[in-house]
């Protein structure tokens, strides 16, 4: 069955094209920087937004038009696989990520829930079997029903605690049966609301103790595929654990998981952290931490994670740039986790939001690859830190220096001058590359 008809393979046309059903800059097999465009950007389909979301919000019930909407439970299970690689195939993405609950409808117990799971993994794997499609990663939903209302690897409830790690084992085996590259681990509500009634210690000791048994049991199994962790400052717990890059990296080298994760990070939530994106990336890049993205933007006049599909090309050049510098991202890629705004209730809209942001990164990579070739940046950064590559700068930076010596040249030096940063010349030649 066709959920799309009126939309035919998306192709690549060029920037003069005025085909809103064509990319303008995507071109997967055009070489950048040794690689083709669609081994760097490694695209995924975000299953929970484009699949299953209907447009609702805090005021408002659903708006989406979606064909496969007519069916329910199982039955709308099995038609959303049909709809998702139909829409796959069309947009030529690489890769789709999910959530357990995404794909497959809660039964009355665990046990039925893992059998109506099992049904859709066994659909999705004889779909893949005959497309090039892959899995970029997957995870557990561990956040929507009011069992995990305090929790799951954080809650107070031990029950819970042995249901989410029940819940996180099925899905490392889920992982393992459909070849994931990666498995992402998102503390929806790892978190806490006050600490009046929060043993943060026991919480964060508990959360720590999961992520041991997933290593072990992944090892166990043979799941070979990259853990990761997605940063979140809040929404909807007041306080997440995971509240930046910085936060996950200390925690992950408290509790000896720095060599067994890395991070999956989201453009929307370093705004919501008060972090611009390349911030997160840069801090990701420096600890050897950077693993994936989800690639989205936030809008800066509301305070919630809106997930827009990303379309500021100053972002996605420097965030590519972050990418690059990194040498890639090895097995994480870049997932559109966005939704078409409410009122873009109709199913091309889903086509257009997918172009405009395949298009963004594929500019962005362009001109990031540039900026690194031309060593635009570099220039001024090499400038500006001039200082410390001779005389006492060069003793500082060789661990020559000691206070006394320090002490000695300032107590003898002259007036201080300082050297402008730039920072306007900087924003205009990155502008003129952007311009093209």
């Known amino acids: ?248 990296i200390a925690f992950l080298q408290t509790y000896g998981l720095k060599d067994k994760f890395k991070l999956n990070l989201e453009a929307n939530h370093a705004t919501l952290a008060g972090h611009t994106f390349e911030h997160e990336l840069r801090v990701a890049r420096l600890h050897g931490m950077l693993g994936s993205l989800d690639a989205n933007q936030g809008d800066l006049l509301l305070g919630w994670d809106t997930d827009e599909f990303p379309t500021d090309l100053y972002t996605t050049t420097m965030t590519m740039y972050e990418v690059l510098q990194n040498g890639g991202i090895g097995s994480g890629g870049i997932n559109f986790d966005a939704k078409v705004r409410r009122a873009s209730f109709e199913p091309e809209d889903l086509f257009y939001a997918h172009i405009a942001g395949m298009d963004a990164y594929a500019k962005g990579l362009k001109v990031a690859s540039k900026l690194i070739e031309d060593r635009v940046l570099d220039q001024f950064i090499d400038t500006r830190y001039a200082s410390f590559k001779e005389g006492i700068g060069a003793d500082i930076v060789a661990g020559k220096a000691t206070l006394a010596s320090l002490e000695q040249y300032a107590l003898d030096q002259g007036p201080i001058k300082n050297v402008s940063g730039r920072q306007e010349l900087i924003k205009s030649v990155v502008n003129q590359y952007l311009f093209g």
């Open 1 to 248: 069955m066709a959920y799309f008809e009126n939309v035919n393979k998306i192709q690549f046309e060029g920037k003069d094209s005025t085909n809103p059903l064509a990319f303008k800059h995507y071109n997967a097999q055009e070489v950048v920087a040794g690689k083709t465009m669609e081994e760097h950007l490694r695209f995924a389909m975000a299953y929970w937004h484009t699949l299953v979301g209907g447009g609702s919000d805090p005021f408002g019930s659903e708006t989406a038009v979606r064909g496969w909407d007519r069916f329910s439970g199982m039955d709308l299970a099995k038609a959303r696989v049909e709809a998702a690689f139909e829409f796959i195939e069309k947009t030529g993405i690489p890769y789709f990520c999910f959530h357990d609950r995404d794909i497959a409808p809660e039964g009355g117990t665990l046990r039925e829930t893992n059998k109506n799971l099992d049904v859709i993994v066994a659909m999705m794997k004889d779909y893949m079997k005959t497309s090039k499609v892959k899995l970029l990663w997957n995870t557990a939903n561990m956040f929507t029903n009011p069992r995990f209302v305090h929790g799951a690897g954080t809650t107070s409830n031990a029950e819970v605690y042995a249901y989410a790690a029940a819940q996180l084992k099925k899905g490392l085996e889920t992982g393992k049966e459909l070849g994931a590259e990666n498995y992402v681990f998102w503390g929806g509500r790892e978190g806490y609301e006050t600490l009046l009634n929060t043993d943060m210690k026991l919480e964060l000791d508990n959360l720590a103790r999961l992520y041991h048994m997933a290593i072990d049991y992944a090892n166990e199994i043979g799941f070979g595929a990259q853990f990761l962790i997605e940063p979140k400052p809040k929404e909807p717990t007041k306080h997440q654990y995971d509240f930046d890059a910085a936060t996950c």
